[in-house]
């Protein structure tokens, strides 16, 4: 048998649209959000949102080291609850990270699913948010960066390679090949230009409200740049921006009781 009659018929093969997390399908970044929901819960103090803060500008001028950045947070689960963390995270989702969700990303997704391509979320969080944000749009498949457990319990270690730059199209590629996608005709939408090694892979690169870098790569490129429109306004949040003290938005008073803990990178 000839090798050509091996290879997979190109007709069989599915259309993928994959999706970016953090300012693609969130108005929001998620690791930040994570950081003030601790806050507002006593179990952060200003310095912790301070270097928060300075790491995500790090990360988006491209100067943090991410891979060691993931591990040295991912370490400080080390022997705490997966269930205890993820009903906790389930709460803050429901909180803060489910009012942004862009509408016009959702609606991209419906659109997708309805066409019968294979859908999923690539992301370098973890599966914390990345899980019920994917159950919420009722998209199937998610990629996302694995945290270890032994007996229910985290080790503080992360599974490599980390869902990010090169550990995405090694995660993606695994999946790809499991479920008979076609990259040439697939869909890769993203914000950020460290997916750009992504958006070289599909045939139809989409740009969404995009960082400067990658924003001067699409126009010169000439791939399609969606700007979102936010989502709308919650009214805790007109509160703060109007005066409100911010001590009357926390929830559960008390002082700071534990380190920060970030569930992805920002």
């Known amino acids: ?38 806050y507002q819960r006593g179990e952060l103090g200003r310095a912790d949102l301070v270097q928060g803060l300075v790491a995500y500008l790090q990360y988006k001028a491209g100067w943090l080291d991410l891979r060691s950045w993931t591990r ?53 969080a973890t599966r914390f948010v990345v899980e019920p944000l994917a159950e919420r749009l009722g998209i199937p498949h998610f990629l996302y960066t694995q945290l270890e457990v032994v007996d229910g319990r985290f080790t503080g270690r992360v599974i ?11 995660w993606l590629q695994q999946f790809i090949d499991e479920h008979r996608v076609d990259l040439a005709r697939s869909y890769f939408y993203t914000d950020s230009v460290t997916d ?46 109007h005066g409100e003290s911010e001590d009357r938005l926390r929830v559960g008073g008390g002082g700071r009781r534990r380190a920060a803990r970030v569930p992805g990178p920002p």
Request: glycine letters at 4%; hydrophobic letters at 40%; proline letters at 11%.
């Open 160 to 170: 490599e390679p980390i869902c990010f730059e090169e550990g995405k199209i090694y």
């Open 72 to 124: 040295s947070m991912v370490s400080q689960f080390r022997g705490e609850s997966e269930a205890a963390l993820a009903a906790e995270a389930r709460l803050w989702f429901r909180e803060m990270v489910e009012p942004t969700i862009y509408p016009e990303a959702e609606r991209l997704v419906r659109e997708h699913l309805a066409a019968g391509h294979v859908v999923a979320i690539v992301s370098g």
């Open 196 to 241: 750009l090694p992504l958006l070289d892979l599909v045939g139809h690169p989409v740009v969404t409200n995009p960082d400067p870098f990658l924003y001067r790569i699409a126009v010169r490129r000439r791939w399609p740049v969606r700007l979102f429109e936010p989502p709308p306004r919650r009214p805790a949040e007109a509160r703060v921006e």
């Open 1 to 38: 048998m000839p090798p050509s009659a091996l290879r997979p018929d190109p007709a069989e093969l599915r259309v993928g649209a994959f999706f970016d997390m953090d300012k693609t399908i969130l108005s929001e970044n998620s690791g930040t959000l994570y950081m003030k929901y601790r």
